[in-house]
């Protein structure tokens, strides 16, 4: 391997034991829906984490071709390595700048979001009329300046912001009263801004209705196929298809356990299916079809699926192998040598997650660096 190469760029699909195939035209139907449902929006794209695990090299270029000019990253690192391939996109930074990062901001000309006073005096001070963000907190206690420095702050001699936002806390959940009350508290603050172009939908907040869509939308989970809203049936396309291969096909007798902790005793004689595919991949352990505390608050573990049907996780999952019990599939249904999936068209994003009690996002971006990778579309 050259020093240009990275071990993705390695990855063979005939070699591996996992694979991921991201459907690059599924990501770009799913901005186009949210673009559309942003109204007179522009609708940006949140690429931040390897664009949610899925390479946000392949990402980003494929939503600016698509007419996406807004991108959003967490660190300036990430915009750094985005930059040759975005020249004339605009490429937020949502951590913000720091002594440490602020060369690399300059030198890829990224747009922090500030988020404290101290970020605002530091940048302001610094980097005199280059273009930044201001983040106002309105309720989710995480970044961003209260109301009251954000005012103080654009009143102040300092260069005024291109862009004034904040986030939602549970826009995912559009009956939640803190959705209204953030709405209420950006909408107060916005006269404080004018001329300043205004951001506060994510992807839930998209589906929250236009008056909360102002000048700039940044859709995120919703465009890797992610659910954007509990109380709205899913309609993003599948982006992420995950499969692991099968080692090999093996027969257990009634009585004896699988995997370690010998956890999992099986009721019947059993075909067992042994797949090259562990946490060490992003396939959590709490999903084990026995042996860990999850199991007692969900009888159901995680589960694969052949040609459309489901079968079970048994035992505990392994840092690179995991067992499937394929005992009710016909008997020449899985071998040696076929695919198992994890993730796709049969098993969606959320249930996959919710299997292994977690969330979407963080089932994207843990995965791990050995599957195979294939980008269609």
């Not at 390695?10 to 799913?30: E, K, P, V, Y």
């Not at 919703?222 to 309609?235: I, Q, T």
Request: with cysteine.
């Amino acid at each position: 391997m050259t020093s240009s190469q990275s071990p993705i760029e390695h990855r063979s699909a005939s070699a591996g034991t996992t694979r991921l195939s991201i459907d690059l035209g599924a990501l770009a139907a799913n901005w186009r829906m949210m673009r559309d449902l942003s109204g007179s929006a522009r609708c940006g794209a949140a690429v931040k984490a390897d664009g949610y695990g899925t390479g946000a090299d392949q990402v980003a270029p494929r939503l600016a071709r698509e007419g996406c000019r807004d991108f959003f990253v967490a660190d300036a690192n990430e915009g750094a390595q985005l930059r040759p391939l975005l020249p004339d996109a605009r490429i937020y930074v949502l951590n913000g700048v720091f002594e440490g990062s602020f060369a690399q901001t300059l030198a890829h000309d990224l747009v922090p979001i500030i988020n404290s006073p101290e970020q605002a005096a530091f940048w302001c001070g610094n980097a005199g009329a280059r273009a930044y963000a201001l983040h106002v907190d309105t309720g989710l206690n995480r970044m961003g300046l209260t109301p009251r420095q954000s005012v103080a702050h654009f009143q102040s001699s300092a260069p005024q912001p291109c862009l004034v936002m904040s986030h939602f806390a549970c826009a995912d959940d559009p009956e939640h009263p803190l959705n209204e009350h953030q709405i209420k508290v950006f909408e107060a603050l916005k006269p404080s801004f004018p001329g300043i172009e205004a951001s506060l939908a994510n992807s839930g907040g998209i589906f929250l209705g236009s008056s909360v869509h102002h000048d700039l939308t940044r859709p995120g989970i919703a465009l890797y196929g992610g659910e954007p809203a509990s109380n709205v049936p899913n309609r993003m396309r599948t982006v992420v298809t995950a499969e692991a291969r099968v080692l090999l096909v093996r027969h257990a007798k009634a009585g004896e356990s699988v995997s370690y902790g010998a956890a999992h005793k099986l009721a019947r004689d059993s075909r067992i299916a042994v797949c090259g595919v562990g946490y060490a991949d992003g396939f959590h352990r709490s999903g084990s079809g026995a042996g860990v505390p999850l199991r007692s608050a969900l009888a159901q573990g995680a589960y694969g699926a052949v040609n459309g049907a489901r079968i079970p996780v048994v035992g505990k999952i392994t840092m690179d192998l995991t067992m499937f019990d394929v005992t009710d599939l016909p008997d020449d249904a899985v071998n040696a040598g076929d695919w198992i999936e994890l993730l796709g068209t049969t098993i969606t994003l959320e249930q996959a997650a919710n299997a292994a009690g977690t969330i979407s996002y963080e089932l994207l971006t843990s995965l791990g660096r050995r599957h195979a990778r294939s980008y269609v579309g």
